[in-house]
C-alpha cells in the first residue's frame, strides 16, 4: 500500500472529521478501547494454546505463523501499512505530518516461551496496535511518522531487535532455537532473509523514540497496588558457571572428616550467595538456578559439582561488585572444604538505561489520566533493550497478579492493561508534541 | 568329578604324607604363597583391563564370562571339585573328614563396578583359592567340607549370595543390571537358571560358617598402620528420596525476600546432614550423593528439587534415630523457606553382625601370626551380610592405600594381601579344629 492510499483509509470514518488537520485539540479526551485489547488477547490466546492452559506459540513455530497472520490483520485494521523487514520482524508504518523528523516507535512481541502465558509480550504488541487505531479512529495524524514493530523470537535471545539495533552475529544464527529449528532456518521460516540482515539493521539515532508497554513479571507493582510502573532500565545480566572439584569416594567406607564432598561446598556456596546478594540494600538479585552432581549416586560422595550462578542489577559495577564478594566467599569455603573452584563466565549482557524524559512524559500521561506510578527497574530482558542503542527508550508496566510470568498462570487484570494502553497513547502524544 | 576321584587327586603329590591322615600336627606352620595370590591379582587384572587404568570387569559381561574361567583353572588347581550353582555362583568342594559336619565356607566375588580397581573382591576371592591350594599342597584334610563360593554379581546388588540366602524376588530378576541383560539375562549367560533359583538357596543352619578376605575399601587401617581389620558386622544402609517444593518463578523480576527457592532450601539440608551426623561420637555416615534441579535453568528460581539421602550405622536403630533427627530438620527448613517436603525411603538394608567367636578366632590367628588388629565395621555391603542369614560369618580385612575404591586408584599392598590370606587360613584351622 502506498502513502496516498494509506492516507485515505486513515482519514476515512467520521472522527477524522472531529479533528481536521490531525490537531491535538481534544487530544487529552483520547481514550483506547480496552475492551478490544482484551479481545484480542483472548484471540491470539487460541494460537498455540496447551490443553492444561497458557500458551506456547514458540518463536518460528505454525503457531506463531499463526498469530503474526492476526496481528497482522489487526494491524491493517488500525490503519497500518504493514509489511515484514528482512529480519522477519512484522512492521506497521503510519506517515507523521513532518517527513523530516525521525519515527517514533512502538513495539513488543507475540512469540512465548513454551508452556508460557497470554500476557507476555501479546500485551504490548496489541496495546500498540490499539493505540495505533484510537489514532487512525479520532483521525489524529501525528508530527512523526509512527513505526509498530512485532519483533520475532524476544524469548529465544531478542533476536529480532537485535538485527535492527547491532546486529546478529553469525555464530547465533547457528544456533538451534526452541522451535528445532536454527536462527537462520527461523528467520527464512517468517520471510525474512539471514543473507541480508544487515539490511534490516538501523543506525544509532535514526529513531526519535522507542516506547514499550508490558507486563511487570514480578509483584512489585501487584503487592503495591500501583497500576503503572515507570521503568528505570533493564538489568544487566551476567552468568557463570562454577565447577567444584573434590573427590569421589565410597559413601558407606569415608568416615565424615575424610571427605572432600563437592555438593557440601556447593550448598554452603549456594546459601552465601542468597546471603551477599541480600547484603547490601538494592534491587539486586543473584540465583544459582542450575546445579549437576557426578557421578550422582547415592552412595557416593560427590566428586564434581557444576553449578550456575546469575547475577542482575541496573548497575553493571554493582553485579560486578557482588561477583567479587561472591567469588572471595566461594573460593574461601572451597579450600576449607578440600575442594578445587573454577569459574566461567558465560553471559554478560550489560544494563540499557531508559530515557529520563521519556520517563517524565510517562510520569505525566499517567497522571493526567488519574494513575499512580513507582519507578523500577526491568529485572527481566526487553526489546527496549535493543533499541536503546539506537535511541531513546521508554517503557511502562502493567501489574502481574503474584508477579507470576513464563507460567500458564500469568495474569494481568484486564483494566490494568487498558490503563497501560492508555498510558501508551497519551505518553506517544506527549513525545510527538515535544 | 565324583567324591572319589577328587580325593585322590587332593591327596596326590609329597605334602600329602607329610601329615597322614590329614592331622594338623605342623598347622601353625603352614602358609600361604603370597607370591602366586599377587601374580593372580596381576593375571584377572588384565580381564576387562581399562586403557586408562583399573577394571570393567561387570557381571554378566564377556569379561566377567573370562575372569570367572580364570578362576575356575586355579580353583582346580587348588584342588578343588569346580562347578556353578543354579544361580550361577561358582562352587569349588573339598570334602573334609568326617561327612556329619556341616560345610565351612570361604568366599568372595570377582566382578567389579564399571571403572573399578583390582583389589575389591579378587582380594578375597584369590586368597581363598590360594588358601585352598595350601592345604591340598600341605595335604591337610579339614574335619569339615570346605566350600569355595564366587559369588556373581556383588556389585549389582550381591545378587548370587541374595539366591543363596533368601531368594531373589521376580521383580529383582527383571531388573537391568549394569551390563544391560536384565538379572534373569545375566543368570542364563552364566550358565544358571533362573526359573530354578530356589533349587540354589540354603536353608538357615545349613552351614558351620562363613569367612571373607576383602580391602577395606576405606582409610582407618591405612591411615592407623594396622595390617588387620576384624570386621563387627556390615552397616545398615538406609536410603530416602527427597522432594523439595517451591516455586519456580523468573530470576530477574522476583526480589530475593518474595523467592521460594526449592534449592537453597536444599543447601541448608545437605549442610544439616553433614551437622548432625556428625554431632553425636560413633561411625555413623550420612550422605547426599544425587541432587536433581527442576526446571534447572541460570535464569529460573528452582521450583522443585529432588536428592538422595543415606544413612548408614552398625546398628539399624541409630540409623533411625539420625533420620528423626534430619528430617525433623528437614521439616523446619522447608517451612521456614516457604517450600513443602516429601520423603520416600527407597532402601532399608539391615546390619548384619559377625559372630563373635569368630571374630576372636580371626583376632588369635593374627596374633599368631605376630599381626596387630583393630575392630572395626565394615561400611560397605559384602556377600557376607547375605550369608548371615543362614549361619555364622567373619570378615577380615586388608587395608586399602589412602581409602580409596570403586576407582582404577584402589590399592592394597601385596605383603598385606598375603597377610590377611594368611590370617584367613588359620582362622579357617581353627573354626574346623574348634
Known amino acids: 500500500m502506498n502513502r496516498r492510499e494509506f492516507g485515505r483509509r486513515a482519514l476515512g470514518g467520521a472522527a477524522a472529521f472531529a479533528f481536521p488537520g490531525g490537531r491535538l485539540l481534544q487530544a487529552p479526551a483520547l481514550r483506547v478501547d480496552g475492551e478490544r485489547i482484551n479481545a484480542h488477547l483472548a484471540a491470539l490466546a487460541e494460537v498455540g494454546k496447551n490443553p492444561q492452559g497458557g500458551v506456547s506459540r514458540v518463536a518460528y513455530t505454525e503457531a506463531d505463523l499463526r498469530g503474526r497472520e492476526l496481528a497482522m490483520g489487526w494491524m491493517r485494521e488500525a490503519g497500518l501499512e504493514v509489511g515484514a523487514d528482512l529480519a522477519g520482524n512484522l512492521v506497521g508504518r503510519r506517515p507523521g505530518r513532518d517527513a523530516s523528523l525521525k519515527p517514533l516507535l512502538l513495539g513488543s512481541h507475540i512469540d512465548s516461551v513454551p508452556e508460557g502465558g497470554n500476557y507476555d509480550g501479546d500485551v504490548g504488541s496489541l496495546s500498540a496496535i490499539e493505540v495505533a487505531r484510537s489514532l487512525s479512529a479520532a483521525g489524529v495524524t501525528l508530527r512523526h511518522p509512527l513505526e509498530l514493530l512485532i519483533f520475532q523470537n524476544e524469548e529465544g535471545g531478542t533476536l529480532g531487535s537485535h538485527a535492527i539495533s547491532s546486529g546478529v552475529p553469525a555464530a547465533e544464527l547457528d544456533r538451534v532455537s526452541q522451535s528445532g529449528k536454527t536462527m537462520r532456518e527461523g528467520i527464512r521460516f517468517l520471510g525474512g532473509n539471514p543473507d541480508r540482515l544487515e539490511e534490516a539493521r538501523r543506525a544509532p539515532g535514526s529513531i526519535a523514540g522507542y516506547l514499550e508497554l508490558h507486563?511487570?513479571?514480578?509483584?512489585?507493582?501487584?503487592?503495591?497496588?500501583?497500576?503503572?510502573?515507570?521503568?528505570?532500565?533493564?538489568?544487566?545480566?551476567?552468568?557463570?558457571?562454577?565447577?567444584?572439584?573434590?573427590?569421589?569416594?565410597?559413601?558407606?567406607?569415608?568416615?565424615?572428616?575424610?571427605?572432600?564432598?563437592?555438593?557440601?561446598?556447593?550448598?554452603?556456596?549456594?546459601?552465601?550467595?542468597?546471603?551477599?546478594?541480600?547484603?547490601?540494600?538494592?534491587?539486586?538479585?543473584?540465583?544459582?538456578?542450575?546445579?549437576?552432581?557426578?557421578?550422582?549416586?547415592?552412595?557416593?560422595?560427590?566428586?564434581?559439582?557444576?553449578?550456575?550462578?546469575?547475577?542482575?542489577?541496573?548497575?553493571?559495577?554493582?553485579?560486578?561488585?557482588?561477583?567479587?564478594?561472591?567469588?572471595?566467599?566461594?573460593?574461601?569455603?572451597?579450600?576449607?572444604?578440600?575442594?578445587?573452584?573454577?569459574?566461567?563466565?558465560?553471559?554478560?549482557?550489560?544494563?540499557?538505561?531508559?530515557?529520563p524524559g521519556i520517563r517524565r512524559a510517562i510520569a505525566a500521561a499517567a497522571k493526567g489520566l488519574g494513575l499512580a506510578t513507582m519507578a523500577l527497574p526491568s529485572g527481566a530482558g526487553h526489546d527496549a533493550q535493543e533499541l536503546a542503542r539506537i535511541g531513546p527508550v521508554g517503557m511502562i508496566f502493567v501489574p502481574s497478579v503474584g508477579g507470576i510470568s513464563h507460567s500458564p498462570k500469568e495474569f494481568s487484570r484486564p483494566a490494568d492493561i487498558t490503563n497501560g494502553a492508555n498510558v501508551l497513547l497519551h505518553t506517544l502524544l506527549a513525545l510527538d508534541a515535544g
Open 215 to 355: 507486563i511487570e513479571q514480578g509483584g512489585r507493582l501487584d503487592e503495591a497496588k500501583i497500576p503503572i510502573g515507570v521503568v528505570l532500565g533493564i538489568v544487566g545480566i551476567r552468568h557463570w558457571d562454577v565447577t567444584l572439584e573434590g573427590f569421589a569416594n565410597h559413601a558407606g567406607t569415608t568416615p565424615m572428616n575424610r571427605r572432600r564432598d563437592a555438593l557440601l561446598v556447593a550448598a554452603q556456596c549456594i546459601q552465601a550467595v542468597n546471603r551477599i546478594v541480600k547484603s547490601e540494600p538494592g534491587r539486586q538479585v543473584g540465583t544459582v538456578g542450575k546445579l549437576r552432581v557426578e557421578p550422582g549416586a547415592y552412595n557416593v560422595i560427590p566428586g564434581r559439582v557444576v553449578f550456575g550462578l546469575e547475577l542482575r542489577d541496573l548497575d553493571d559495577a554493582r553485579v560486578l561488585h557482588f561477583y567479587r564478594l561472591i567469588r572471595a566467599e566461594f573460593e574461601r569455603l572451597a579450600r576449607a572444604g578440600g575442594t578445587t573452584i573454577g569459574f566461567q563466565e558465560t553471559l554478560a549482557s550489560v544494563p540499557a538505561l531508559t530515557d
